[in-house]
Protein backbone atom coordinates (compact mmCIF):
# COMPACT_ATOMS: atom_id res chain seq x y z
CA UNK A 1 0.00 0.00 0.00
CA UNK A 2 1.47 3.51 -0.49
CA UNK A 3 2.03 6.08 2.13
CA UNK A 4 3.60 5.62 5.60
CA UNK A 5 3.39 2.61 7.53
CA UNK A 6 4.06 1.63 11.06
CA UNK A 7 4.62 -2.11 12.76
CA UNK A 8 4.12 -2.93 15.35
CA UNK A 9 0.63 -1.04 15.93
CA UNK A 10 0.30 -2.13 19.59
CA UNK A 11 3.23 -3.52 21.31
CA UNK A 12 3.82 -4.77 25.06
CA UNK A 13 7.23 -4.72 26.60
CA UNK A 14 9.32 -4.95 30.06
CA UNK A 15 11.49 -3.07 31.50
CA UNK A 16 15.27 -3.30 30.28
CA UNK A 17 14.32 -4.92 26.91
CA UNK A 18 14.72 -3.78 23.91
CA UNK A 19 12.17 -2.85 21.36
CA UNK A 20 12.24 -1.48 17.42
CA UNK A 21 9.70 -0.05 16.02
CA UNK A 22 9.41 0.36 12.17
CA UNK A 23 8.50 2.48 9.79
CA UNK A 24 7.96 2.65 6.14
CA UNK A 25 7.05 5.23 3.44
CA UNK A 26 6.18 4.68 -0.01
CA UNK A 27 6.89 7.89 -1.58
CA UNK A 28 10.73 8.57 -1.75
CA UNK A 29 10.40 11.28 0.47
CA UNK A 30 14.05 12.62 2.01
CA UNK A 31 12.37 13.61 5.56
CA UNK A 32 11.58 11.00 8.29
CA UNK A 33 10.33 12.32 12.05
CA UNK A 34 9.68 10.21 14.90
CA UNK A 35 7.26 11.84 17.41
CA UNK A 36 5.74 10.62 20.16
CA UNK A 37 2.32 11.32 22.06
CA UNK A 38 1.95 12.29 25.58
CA UNK A 39 -0.93 13.62 27.61
CA UNK A 40 0.31 16.90 29.04
CA UNK A 41 3.23 16.76 25.89
CA UNK A 42 1.34 16.59 23.19
CA UNK A 43 3.38 15.35 20.36
CA UNK A 44 7.59 15.75 20.77
CA UNK A 45 10.05 15.22 18.41
CA UNK A 46 12.73 12.23 19.14
CA UNK A 47 14.84 12.17 15.88
CA UNK A 48 14.44 13.00 12.38
CA UNK A 49 16.80 12.26 9.09
CA UNK A 50 16.96 14.57 6.47
CA UNK A 51 18.50 11.22 3.80
CA UNK A 52 19.50 7.83 4.17
CA UNK A 53 22.56 7.57 6.48
CA UNK A 54 21.91 11.60 8.27
CA UNK A 55 20.02 11.33 11.14
CA UNK A 56 20.14 14.17 14.52
CA UNK A 57 18.42 14.31 17.55
CA UNK A 58 15.09 16.25 18.35
CA UNK A 59 13.65 17.34 21.73
CA UNK A 60 13.60 14.06 23.44
CA UNK A 61 16.32 11.64 22.08
CA UNK A 62 17.48 10.22 25.54
CA UNK A 63 17.00 6.61 25.49
CA UNK A 64 16.07 5.89 21.77
CA UNK A 65 18.72 5.42 18.82
CA UNK A 66 17.72 5.57 15.05
CA UNK A 67 19.56 4.84 11.96
CA UNK A 68 18.50 5.29 8.37
CA UNK A 69 20.19 2.56 5.76
CA UNK A 70 17.11 3.09 3.28
CA UNK A 71 15.46 6.23 2.12
CA UNK A 72 12.10 4.52 3.13
CA UNK A 73 12.76 3.09 6.22
CA UNK A 74 13.19 4.59 9.73
CA UNK A 75 13.33 2.28 12.62
CA UNK A 76 13.77 3.86 16.12
CA UNK A 77 15.21 1.25 18.92
CA UNK A 78 14.72 1.62 22.69
CA UNK A 79 17.76 0.08 23.86
CA UNK A 80 16.60 -0.59 27.19
CA UNK A 81 13.17 0.14 27.96
CA UNK A 82 12.04 2.55 30.83
CA UNK A 83 8.18 2.48 31.82
CA UNK A 84 8.44 6.69 30.78
CA UNK A 85 8.91 5.01 27.58
CA UNK A 86 5.39 4.37 27.25
CA UNK A 87 4.01 6.44 25.01
CA UNK A 88 1.79 6.89 20.78
CA UNK A 89 4.90 6.65 18.87
CA UNK A 90 4.19 8.38 15.26
CA UNK A 91 6.51 8.38 12.38
CA UNK A 92 6.33 11.05 9.98
CA UNK A 93 7.93 12.16 6.26
CA UNK A 94 8.08 14.95 3.94
CA UNK A 95 9.33 15.91 0.57
CA UNK A 96 11.88 18.57 2.30
CA UNK A 97 12.87 19.97 4.90
CA UNK A 98 12.88 23.56 6.45
CA UNK A 99 12.57 26.88 4.40
CA UNK A 100 11.28 24.71 1.56
CA UNK A 101 7.58 26.26 1.30
CA UNK A 102 5.12 23.15 0.00
CA UNK A 103 7.30 20.52 -0.04
CA UNK A 104 7.77 20.44 3.62
CA UNK A 105 3.84 18.83 4.98
CA UNK A 106 4.59 16.27 7.27
CA UNK A 107 2.51 13.01 6.41
CA UNK A 108 2.18 11.09 9.84
CA UNK A 109 1.73 7.34 10.34
CA UNK A 110 -1.32 5.68 11.97
CA UNK A 111 1.12 4.94 15.26
CA UNK A 112 2.06 2.50 17.53
CA UNK A 113 1.36 2.35 21.08
CA UNK A 114 4.11 1.11 23.14
CA UNK A 115 3.51 -0.08 27.29
CA UNK A 116 6.49 -0.78 28.84
CA UNK A 117 5.48 -2.89 32.34
CA UNK B 1 11.69 28.00 20.99
CA UNK B 2 8.29 28.88 19.12
CA UNK B 3 4.97 28.92 21.20
CA UNK B 4 1.98 27.59 20.11
CA UNK B 5 -1.13 28.28 21.70
CA UNK B 6 -4.73 26.81 20.63
CA UNK B 7 -7.82 28.26 22.02
CA UNK B 8 -10.46 27.00 23.10
CA UNK B 9 -8.86 23.82 24.84
CA UNK B 10 -12.26 22.41 24.56
CA UNK B 11 -15.40 22.80 22.44
CA UNK B 12 -18.73 20.87 22.53
CA UNK B 13 -21.10 21.52 19.39
CA UNK B 14 -24.36 20.11 18.41
CA UNK B 15 -24.61 18.65 15.27
CA UNK B 16 -25.03 21.07 11.99
CA UNK B 17 -23.25 23.86 14.36
CA UNK B 18 -20.56 26.17 13.39
CA UNK B 19 -17.25 26.30 14.62
CA UNK B 20 -13.82 28.55 14.89
CA UNK B 21 -10.57 26.91 16.34
CA UNK B 22 -8.38 29.53 16.51
CA UNK B 23 -4.21 28.87 16.38
CA UNK B 24 -1.52 31.78 17.90
CA UNK B 25 1.81 31.41 17.25
CA UNK B 26 5.12 33.60 18.46
CA UNK B 27 6.80 33.84 15.76
CA UNK B 28 7.05 33.82 11.73
CA UNK B 29 6.70 30.29 9.92
CA UNK B 30 7.37 28.28 7.18
CA UNK B 31 4.90 25.82 7.46
CA UNK B 32 1.50 25.50 9.31
CA UNK B 33 -0.17 22.59 9.28
CA UNK B 34 -4.16 21.66 10.89
CA UNK B 35 -4.42 18.09 11.69
CA UNK B 36 -7.41 15.94 13.03
CA UNK B 37 -6.65 12.97 15.27
CA UNK B 38 -9.92 10.36 15.14
CA UNK B 39 -10.83 8.63 17.87
CA UNK B 40 -8.66 6.19 16.77
CA UNK B 41 -5.83 7.96 17.16
CA UNK B 42 -4.74 8.78 13.34
CA UNK B 43 -3.34 11.97 12.99
CA UNK B 44 -5.32 13.28 9.40
CA UNK B 45 -3.58 15.83 7.34
CA UNK B 46 -6.57 18.50 7.02
CA UNK B 47 -4.19 21.89 6.04
CA UNK B 48 -1.42 22.88 4.92
CA UNK B 49 -1.36 26.39 5.20
CA UNK B 50 1.64 28.81 6.15
CA UNK B 51 -0.40 31.97 4.42
CA UNK B 52 -3.46 32.57 3.02
CA UNK B 53 -6.63 30.34 2.61
CA UNK B 54 -7.86 27.21 1.75
CA UNK B 55 -10.79 25.31 1.64
CA UNK B 56 -12.01 21.81 1.63
CA UNK B 57 -15.49 20.54 1.73
CA UNK B 58 -16.98 21.75 4.93
CA UNK B 59 -13.95 22.48 6.51
CA UNK B 60 -11.48 26.01 5.33
CA UNK B 61 -8.54 27.34 6.78
CA UNK B 62 -6.94 31.03 6.82
CA UNK B 63 -3.60 31.91 8.24
CA UNK B 64 -2.93 35.76 8.40
CA UNK B 65 0.91 35.34 8.37
CA UNK B 66 1.76 38.96 9.53
CA UNK B 67 -0.55 38.94 12.54
CA UNK B 68 0.87 35.38 14.02
CA UNK B 69 -2.96 33.24 13.84
CA UNK B 70 -4.50 30.55 11.81
CA UNK B 71 -8.24 30.22 12.08
CA UNK B 72 -10.09 26.41 11.10
CA UNK B 73 -13.68 27.03 10.67
CA UNK B 74 -15.71 23.99 10.59
CA UNK B 75 -19.30 24.28 9.13
CA UNK B 76 -22.41 21.95 9.61
CA UNK B 77 -20.82 20.10 12.05
CA UNK B 78 -20.97 16.14 11.83
CA UNK B 79 -20.31 13.13 14.90
CA UNK B 80 -17.52 12.27 12.68
CA UNK B 81 -15.88 16.08 13.00
CA UNK B 82 -15.53 14.68 16.48
CA UNK B 83 -11.49 14.49 18.04
CA UNK B 84 -8.83 16.64 18.35
CA UNK B 85 -7.55 19.33 16.41
CA UNK B 86 -4.11 19.79 16.04
CA UNK B 87 -2.01 23.46 14.62
CA UNK B 88 1.65 22.58 14.08
CA UNK B 89 4.00 25.10 13.29
CA UNK B 90 8.04 25.44 11.55
CA UNK B 91 9.74 28.84 12.07
CA UNK B 92 11.46 30.43 9.80
CA UNK B 93 14.53 30.96 11.33
CA UNK B 94 14.76 26.82 11.66
CA UNK B 95 17.02 26.61 8.55
CA UNK B 96 19.36 24.12 6.94
CA UNK B 97 19.10 20.42 7.17
CA UNK B 98 16.95 20.83 9.84
CA UNK B 99 12.62 20.18 9.94
CA UNK B 100 10.73 20.41 12.88
CA UNK B 101 7.16 20.56 14.01
CA UNK B 102 5.82 22.24 16.98
CA UNK B 103 2.50 21.40 17.93
CA UNK B 104 -0.24 23.14 20.13
CA UNK B 105 -1.90 21.32 22.78
CA UNK B 106 -4.69 20.89 20.55
CA UNK B 107 -8.85 21.67 21.04
CA UNK B 108 -10.80 18.72 21.87
CA UNK B 109 -13.97 18.97 19.87
CA UNK B 110 -17.75 17.14 20.67
CA UNK B 111 -20.45 17.13 18.02
CA UNK B 112 -23.46 15.76 19.78
CA UNK B 113 -26.11 14.14 17.66
Known amino acids: DAGITQSPRYKITETGRQVTLMCHQTWSHSYMFWYRQDLGHGLRLIYY???????DKGEVPDGYVVSRSKTENFPLTLESATRSQTSVYFC????????????????FGPGTRLTVL | GIQVEQSPPDLILQEGANSTLRCNFSDSVNNLQWFHQNPWGQLINLFYIPSGTKQNGRLSATTVATERYSLLYISSSQTTDSGVYFC???????????????FGKGITLSVRP
Open chain 1, 92 to 107: ASSESGAGVRSDNEQF
Open chain 2, 88 to 102: AVEPTWWTGANSKLT
Open chain 1, 49 to 55: SAAADIT
